[in-house]
T-cell receptor, first 114, second 111 residues
Framework: GAVVSQHPSRVICKSGTSVKIECRSL??????MFWYRQFPKKSLMLMAT?????????EQGVEKDKFLINHASLTLSTLTVTSAHPEDSSFYIC??????????FGSGTRLTVV | DQQVKQNSPSLSVQEGRISILNCDYT??????FLWYKKYPAEGPTFLIS?????DKNEDGRFTVFLNKSAKHLSLHIVPSQPGDSAVYFC??????????FGQGTTLQVKP
């Protein structure tokens, strides 16, 4: 089946630095990828839709300049958390769409900003 | 506007019994629904789906029922096993292709 690889699984960074999270579709081409954030004991919050070769579409309330998304190829989307602050600490998950209704998720990245 | 709702935040079931997780939706244009299982600190894994042209889909211990008139679907797990303990999300693709998730239900299966 479809596999999505997300890296790193855990990252700790200092406040003010930037962190990049990668999401790769391993055995299929994904023109569309999604980035989610999960707060403790909460549902998955969609942050943005990443489209290959074009600008990402951000959900309302998500800061575009803080959460930079790049989808430069059909198998790779990256999320960069810029000038990270402790409140950015969260669990970030990517998802790739491989069929009309096929959504495969990465294993998630635990970001801790200290 | 919460288009997909899971009104029960948690459910506790004895091993071997049936687990029933419920989901309601408000958008009658939804034509496909998916259930995902999620463990802490992991991404969701796909469980089962159902198209709106069906009212039931079964895969092993998992069965999803769809009642379009009531805009309601349910996931039945039988028999429940301790390894089924996780958070279960129902979801539906919106018209832009993005998945719209419910709030999730935490299932605990007790040995």
């Amino acid at each position: 089946g479809a596999v999505v690889s997300q890296h790193p699984s855990r990252v700790i960074c200092k406040s003010g630095t930037s962190v990049k999270i990668e999401c790769r579709s391993l055995d299929f081409q994904a023109t569309t990828m999604f980035w989610y954030r999960q707060f403790p004991k909460k549902s998955l919050m969609l942050m943005a839709t990443s489209n290959e070769g074009s600008k990402a579409t951000y959900e309302q309330g998500v800061e575009k300049d803080k959460f930079l998304i790049n989808h430069a190829s059909l198998t790779l989307s990256t999320l960069t958390v810029t000038s990270a602050h402790p409140e950015d600490s969260s669990f970030y998950i990517c998802s790739a769409r491989d069929l009309p209704y096929g959504y495969t998720f990465g294993s998630g990245t635990r970001l801790t900003v200290v | 506007d919460q288009q997909v709702k899971q009104n029960s935040p948690s459910l506790s079931v004895q091993e071997g019994r049936i687990s029933i997780l419920n989901c309601d939706y408000t958008n009658s244009m939804f034509d496909y629904f998916l259930w995902y299982k999620k463990y802490p600190a992991e991404g969701p894994t796909f469980l089962i789906s159902i198209s709106s042209i069906k009212d039931k889909n079964e895969d092993g211990r998992f069965t999803v029922f769809l009642n379009k008139s009531a805009k309601h679907l349910s996931l039945h797990i039988v028999p429940s096993q301790p390894g089924d303990s996780a958070v279960y999300f129902c979801a539906a693709p919106g018209n832009t292709g993005k998945l719209i998730f419910g709030q999730g239900t935490t299932l605990q299966v007790k040995p």
